[in-house]
């Protein structure tokens, strides 16, 4: 082989540097890691489909969270995305009209919660299957509400399913979930947006996507139901002389409605005292005021209102991970 040779193929391979007896190949440090992004993911009931546009701003703009917390609606969309399935869950929600929105209702009468919530139940099973909240890539957890007690109860473990179903379970409206020898209940009536839990869970920094902040009084909008039966004397009034009201008549709203107006107004009320107790780094707040509790059917809109909240907090979340890291 010619020396010009030899030097060409020596100068192909990388050298192989000599250790001394009883030296090991020193190890370059691995760079540091930014801080633990953690997102808390509030109830909402519908308005929930606003978390969906949240995380897809997010993860557009580079910023990954590696911890979600959520309550209700926020437990939802942050146990399937934790679970790599947002994509299954955004579609399920664009392809809700009113007509498929009533057939995922199961009346339950008499009972514990108007709606059984079996068929909500499948459509968990179909997206999280048997997966437990330890296995999944994101940390996870949600929260729940200790029926009789009150307690806070936080789920970071154990099947999926069963917890998500605990945190939205809004009483009246669907029964309370058996855990572990505890009755659960949804977990707005003690933490709306857990803060609190992202941090426990891990994260440096906390971004909160809360749907109850400045929204202008509860806006509950459902699925028309049938005119309420009017009684004999409210029918007499208005056909008999002598018997015409002075007063016009306020129309009396229906069952779920009551329930779900009187949620929304408590868990409001319950978000500002928590959030002022464990204030987030950064509060993103879509603007949701118009976006009826009940309009599942507008996943578009309210997918759309997310991205547009999240993308105008950019700004300031870029600034507080900067400065986390260079706190680091």
């Known amino acids: 082989m010619s020396p010009s040779l030899a030097t060409a193929r020596w100068q192909e391979c990388p050298a192989v540097p000599h250790f001394l007896p009883g030296t090991v190949e020193p190890v370059r ?3 540091r890691a930014g801080p633990r992004i953690g997102l808390a993911l509030g109830g909402g009931s519908a308005r929930g489909w606003a978390h969906i546009g949240v995380l897809r701003a997010l993860e557009e703009a580079g910023i990954h969270p590696t911890v979600v917390a959520g309550c209700s609606i926020g437990a939802v969309v942050g146990a399937c995305y934790a679970a790599g399935r947002l994509d299954r869950l955004e579609a399920f929600a664009r392809t809700l009209t009113r007509r498929r929105v009533v057939g995922l209702i199961d009346p339950r009468l008499p009972g514990s919660g108007l709606i059984a919530g079996n068929r909500l139940r499948q459509r968990l099973f179909a997206d999280l299957g048997t997966r437990r909240i330890e296995d999944l890539p994101i940390r996870f ?12 109860v936080s789920l970071t473990d154990g099947p999926a399913v069963d917890a998500v179903r ?14 572990e020898g505890r009755v659960l209940m949804d977990g707005t009536l003690v933490n709306p947006v857990p803060v609190a839990l992202a941090r426990a869970l891990g994260a440096d920094l906390v971004i909160c996507v809360n749907l109850n902040g400045d929204t202008g ?6 699925v028309p139901a049938p005119p309420p039966r009017r009684s004999f004397l409210q029918v007499m ?14 129309p009396v709203p229906g069952l779920a409605r009551v329930v779900l107006g009187a949620f929304n107004i408590t868990q409001d009320r319950i978000s500002r005292a928590r959030l002022e107790r464990d204030p987030p780094d950064v509060a993103i707040g879509p603007d949701v005021g118009a976006f009826g509790l009940f309009d599942f059917h507008k996943a578009a809109e309210g997918i759309a209102i997310g991205h547009r909240a999240a993308r ?5 979340i870029r600034a507080v991970v900067e400065g986390a890291a260079a706190r680091a």
């Open 217 to 222: 009084g509860p806006v509950v909008h459902e």
């Open 166 to 179: 605990a945190s939205y379970a809004i009483p009246g409206l669907f029964p309370p979930v058996t855990h």
């Open 29 to 31: 440090p691995a760079p």
């Open 312 to 316: 105008a907090a950019l700004p300031r």
């Open 141 to 152: 957890g949600c929260v729940a509400t200790e029926y009789g007690t009150g307690h806070e």
């Open 237 to 250: 009034r208005g056909r008999l002389p002598g018997f015409e009201s002075s007063e016009p008549e306020i």
